[in-house]
């Protein structure tokens, strides 16, 4: 042991967890090699979840976490030097210090923190189409939507924009007579056909499939302004992480929305971050609180995916952290790569019970002063067994342990206390309105109405001209007429350096333009300028 180790309190290189017959200390540098906190319910897991946040806020690492039952939120305040809370740190050698952590709520619904929005173009026809378990007949017929949408200039951004681009590519079976109107939606129907087959029957199942994920709620997920990622990954003024909540409790209802979020949230991670290698702290920790719904019925495409993400985000700096009941919640191939443990207390009234703990004993390095399936049933609240990789990135033998307390408060806030947080956030204004552009189904409409010239395939949002042409010449040198993950390394470059002047920018051209055209033919022909040329940077 250190002297570094005598002192019982974080560290510049790691945080002290908890306390036994040997202390337990999750070190920063391995902390991206991810984790998993498990146990039976009322044994402890947000607790050690909330000292385990507070330890990377501490040390200048941003959190976002997942909070089901809102137990989490009091964290954003001041501890209370309550009398078992103050035992338990002099038991272990601590003196309590109460702290608060700068928090920000997030919301899908947005009703108890900003609004969570991604757009349609961001999820992408192969991510979505896996959100809604797609066979492959069905997904082709969702590229063919996306590859229609692009040539005629749609913008996708909600909902509505794709049931309206699926109505479009529907083929007519009608009869014409001499005297039948002109389909106005012809060229869009015959470009789909050209595609491949597009079959009404195909086209209505995907509808179904899109009605029950909005009756989960993602017509709210679906929109604008989306969330810029960047923003999870901030420090405050005394150069501690910021604290992302994800209030989950409504959203955990709704496992379809929940897998988009986080398949989407991830993904994006993927192309945003860059490749790090081994840091000497995350960049950024992500803890996911009952986890096994995410897993739960979790179709292969969904596993394949969080497999993945699991394999090789490490890389780029991220942490992630699963919270659930039990280690066999979680998959074997995901389980594989969870580096550092804490189990809480388990209980064992059945034979199934019984196997379930018997294969949680056999997930830890044996220690020969424990048999660690026989303590899983014994352990008290608060304490655990433990087992964080240690220099060499080895599994420690795994020691029981007591847990510390936390510094800020056990238990969830009051609405009052969350408004004023709300109220502070360094994103207020930013996500809290919803923008409904002009975008795909705007243009259907009017299309149809006779009242907008049809597109002659250049991409741009205004239906080609001279600023099709110019959104053309925009996307390809920043790249975003390329494919997601087929940017040059001067496209990403240049596409990052306008992301951070774009916030300052597009409002003056906006305003310059409507100046100079006038009027509301103004305002709508500068807002498709910057969504036609910038709009696909911005979500690249």
Not at 427 to 442: F, Q
Not at 517 to 531: D, I, K
Request: charged share 25%; proline share 5%.
């Amino acid at each position: 042991m250190t002297a570094q180790d005598n002192k019982l309190d974080d560290t510049d290189d790691k945080i002290f967890v908890g306390k036994g017959d040997e202390q337990a200390w999750l070190t920063l540098a391995l902390a991206n090699r991810h984790g998993l906190v498990t146990g039976a319910t009322g044994t402890g897991k947000t607790v050690t979840l909330q000292v385990m946040a507070e330890g990377f806020a501490r040390a200048g690492v941003p959190v976002f976490a997942a909070d089901i039952k809102g137990d989490l939120s009091g964290i954003s305040e001041v501890g209370e030097a309550k009398d078992f809370i103050v035992k338990r740190a002099t038991e272990m050698g601590l003196t309590f210090q109460p702290d608060q952590f700068s928090t920000v709520f997030w919301d899908v619904f947005g009703e108890q923190g900003h609004p969570v929005r991604a757009t349609i173009t961001e999820m992408g026809p192969l991510l979505l189409a896996r959100m809604l378990d797609l066979n492959d007949v069905q997904e082709g017929v969702l590229n063919v939507a996306f590859r229609v949408a692009d040539d005629n200039g749609l913008a996708l951004i909600d909902m509505k924009d794709l049931r309206a681009l699926l109505d479009a590519i529907v083929p007519d079976s009608g009869k014409k007579g001499p005297d039948a109107d002109e389909d106005l939606l012809a060229p869009i129907r015959k470009a789909a056909q050209g595609f491949g087959n597009v079959t009404k029957a195909t086209v209505g199942t995907i509808q179904r499939q899109l009605l029950v994920l909005e009756n989960q709620g993602a017509t709210k997920f679906f929109g604008e302004p989306a969330l810029t990622l960047k923003d999870f990954m901030k420090t405050d003024r005394d150069g501690r992480g910021m604290v992302n909540i994800l209030v989950a409790d409504k959203l955990m209802q709704s496992p379809r929305l929940y897998a988009t979020f986080l398949l989407w949230m991830l993904s994006e991670l993927f192309e945003e971050l860059p490749e790090v290698g081994d840091l000497p702290k995350p960049k950024l920790v992500f803890f996911f609180d009952e986890a096994h719904l995410l897993f739960n019925d979790a179709p292969k495409a969904l596993m394949d995916k969080i497999e993945q993400v699991v394999r090789l985000i490490r890389s780029k700096g991220v942490g992630v952290y699963f919270v659930t009941q039990n280690p066999i919640d979680v998959p074997d191939r995901v389980l594989g790569q969870m580096g550092n443990r804490v189990q809480h207390a388990l209980r064992a009234f059945t034979p199934r019970d019984q196997k379930a703990v018997a294969a949680a004993a056999q997930t830890f390095r044996p220690n020969p002063k424990l048999d660690t399936a026989k303590v899983i049933m014994e352990l008290g609240k608060g304490e655990a067994l433990v087992s964080f990789l240690e220099g060499n990135g080895t599994p420690a033998m795994v020691e029981r342990v007591l847990i510390r307390p936390p510094s800020a408060r056990i238990g969830p806030i009051s609405p009052e206390e969350r408004k004023a947080i709300m109220d502070a956030s360094p994103v207020k204004g930013k996500y809290d309105t919803a923008i409904d552009s002009e975008s795909a189904y705007e243009i259907l409409q009017k299309r149809i109405a006779g009242t907008a010239a049809p597109a002659d395939g250049q991409a741009g949002g205004v239906g080609g001209g001279i600023l099709g042409q110019i959104g053309s010449i925009v996307g390809t040198i920043f790249g975003t007429n390329t494919g997601r993950n087929r940017l040059t390394t001067g496209q990403r470059i240049a596409r990052d350096v306008t992301r951070t002047v774009t916030d300052k920018m597009v409002g003056g051209v906006v305003a310059d333009l409507g100046k100079s055209v006038g009027g509301q033919l103004g305002g709508s022909v500068g807002r498709a300028l910057v969504r036609g040329a910038l709009g696909g940077l911005l979500r690249r």
